[in-house]
């Protein structure tokens, strides 16, 4: 099992929007040979979308709203790749998934640099200590010096980089990417949507007909290696690891410029699975009893059985099919015979799996987001985070004989975190919470063409909500009793304060000392965290 273990490689890519996300993916599951020809996401009525963007909402918008888990198979390595959203109003499901891998890959537009989703992504990998590839995209537009892009990913992230490759030119002149570390540049075609022979010609920096070919464009590359190799320090796996150093690649994804080098590196510098904390110990992967962690669940991936599956990322153990496991949170027993593996919305059964996997689980609700799977030990893995949200809104069903289908779709993108859905204690009408209103318009398109409820979205007179806590529950009863104009509970019933203003915030947290009010909750035993 060691030996298969060492073979997991799990990274996560992350980036502000439109950097090229999504079109990477795309690129790294054809030259791993999982597809043979790559998607389009440039335009919304496009013949062909993005492998890893299987919702309509997603073909129609050329955006990526949900991630999407790969499995694919490169030089002996198994990778498990998970596409997450790059829109900042999906960023709690970007999160979540970070805490499933064990290495990132960040995409930067050349032209803007670092913007403020990626800066804030890049604070839950330093915070998480997650090692880090970085790939600098769009080199065949005008864009920023590739020296300027260098020291602004430095400054603005907070650590070191080394440029494994560099670009040849920019833009029109753009050639291809020289590989420092071997003294060679690989050339590549424009607009190549399969990998054909010549898409990976590679020559020696040594060839008169390649300096006679690029002239000026590559001697002034290979002087800014030379100065790039003084100034920056050489590379150090164990900075990499730590969350403190990153590899840097220059390419353009949508024209295979510098997909091998990425690919490449991660199989031989990412990590392969490591230990994980759980409340109760530090888990090994080496460990032959299975462990599994929910880190995601996505409804209705296959519209015409209205499934549920459940994402789980292995932490230990020998998955078999068809073992019987231990929900913990429950003691409830699941069986596993119709365990998946993906490439997407297309799905596998599959028949075993190792540490560093990502496996699907089809259920009806049993399984809940941050539940621990185990063959019969206790155990509770910690880190899956859910944040309060920032703006509201009521939801009521446009048509009243459509209020049951409502009901279970409120429920089910909930659990699945696509939204967060609070039930007011005096009842009335249901409330959602979101960090961005396109989560608002993605959840009323889905339950009206998953659960045919159309639906209409109300002005809420909340703006704040804060999950309690006390380690009094005579006061906490107290609490609640008292404020129960202003107390929900959210889908799997943890109770939350809701506030119109800050002001009212204050005074709640000034009056009732014996109460903790908080601004993120794992769903690990209900664990809540960051008092505010």
Request: glycine share 6%; aromatic share 6%; proline share 4%.
């Amino acid at each position: 099992m060691l030996n298969e273990v060492a073979r997991r490689r799990s990274f996560a890519i992350i980036s502000h929007p439109d950097a090229g996300k999504t079109t990477l993916t795309e690129k790294l599951l054809l030259y791993a040979g999982a597809i043979q020809i790559a998607g389009s996401v440039k335009a919304r009525k496009a013949s062909r979308h993005a492998t890893s963007d299987w919702m309509e909402i997603e073909k129609q918008r050329g955006i990526s709203v949900a991630s999407s888990v790969m499995q694919m198979e490169y030089r002996d390595a198994i990778i498990n790749l998970l596409d997450t959203p790059g829109h900042q109003d999906f960023s709690e499901d970007t999160y979540r998934v970070l805490t499933a891998v064990d290495s990132a890959l960040m995409v930067i537009d050349a032209a803007n640099g670092v913007e403020p989703q990626t800066r804030r992504l890049i604070g839950v990998c330093r915070a998480r200590k997650t090692p880090l590839v970085t790939f600098i995209n769009k080199m065949d537009r005008e864009v920023k010096r590739p020296m300027d892009l260098m020291d602004e990913i430095e400054a603005e992230l907070g650590m070191s980089v080394v440029p494994f490759t560099w670009p040849v030119g920019m833009g029109k002149s753009f050639a291809g990417v020289i590989d420092i570390i071997n003294h060679q540049m690989r050339l590549f075609k424009a607009g190549e949507d399969r990998v054909s022979e010549d898409s990976n010609l590679v020559v020696s920096l040594d060839d008169p007909a390649l300096k006679e070919r690029l002239g000026s464009n590559l001697e002034e590359a290979l002087a800014e290696v030379e100065l790039v190799r003084g100034a920056m320090p050489s590379f150090d796996r164990a900075a990499f690891l730590a969350g403190e150093q990153s590899p840097v690649f220059f390419g353009s994804a949508i024209n295979n410029f510098g997909v091998r080098e990425i690919l490449n590196t991660l199989v031989e510098l990412a990590p392969a699975p490591g230990s994980r904390k759980a409340l109760q110990r530090e888990v090994t992967p080496a460990e032959k009893k299975f462990s599994a962690v929910v880190f995601k669940i996505q409804a209705n991936m296959d519209p015409a059985h209205r499934d549920r599956v459940a994402f789980l990322r292995i932490c230990s153990g020998h998955f078999k099919r068809g073992m019987k496991l231990k929900i913990c949170r429950n003691n409830k027993e699941i069986r596993t015979n119709n365990a998946l593996s993906f490439l997407s919305q297309r799905r596998d059964i599959l028949d075993e799996a190792f540490p560093g996997d990502i496996i699907g689980l089809p259920n009806h609700g049993l399984l809940r987001l941050g539940d621990t799977l185990t063959e019969g030990e206790d155990l509770q893995f910690t880190g899956l985070p859910f944040f309060a949200p920032e703006i509201f809104r009521m939801v009521e069903s446009a048509d009243p004989m459509r209020s049951k289908q409502l009901r279970t779709g409120l429920m089910q993108l909930g659990e699945e975190g696509a939204i967060q859905v609070f039930r007011p204690l005096q009842g009335g009408v249901m409330l959602l919470g979101a960090f961005g209103q396109l989560q608002f318009e993605v959840v009323a398109h889905r339950l009206a063409s998953e659960y045919g409820a159309e639906v209409r979205l109300l002005p809420a007179r909340f703006n704040m909500a804060r999950w309690i806590s006390s380690d009094d529950p005579t006061e906490l009863k107290k609490f609640t009793q008292e404020n129960q104009h202003r107390m929900a509970e959210d889908v799997v019933g943890a109770s939350v304060f809701l506030a119109a203003h800050r002001s009212e915030l204050d005074v709640a947290q000034q009056r009732w000392g014996k109460i903790q009010f908080h601004a993120l909750r794992e769903h690990a035993g209900l664990i809540y965290q960051t008092a505010m």
